[in-house]
């Protein structure tokens, strides 16, 4: 099973665009919405903007509902 550590906010965002994910828009709240297209789908996902510590479950199940694979996430965390 694939050990992602916690984030910042900044942090997490900086890893996803590193991956390909993109900024959509603000939410109503304090959630910013991502998107990333594999294999010619859009998937979305929203992000806690503003948090110190994300914790870890969190950012795994953003990067899933981005359809990241596991390589792809090793890859990024190096």
């Not at 990333?36 to 795994?60: F, N």
Request: hydrophobic share 35%.
């Amino acid at each position: 099973m694939l050990k992602i550590p916690s984030f910042s906010s900044k942090g997490l965002v900086r890893l996803l665009e590193k991956g390909g994910a993109i900024f959509v828009r603000q939410g109503s709240t304090d959630h910013a919405i991502y998107s990333r297209i594999v294999k010619g789908m859009r998937y979305s996902a929203p992000v806690q903007m503003g948090k110190k510590t994300l914790d870890s479950i969190y950012c795994k199940r953003v990067l899933k509902q981005l359809k990241f694979t596991d390589e792809e996430i090793e890859q990024l965390l190096r």
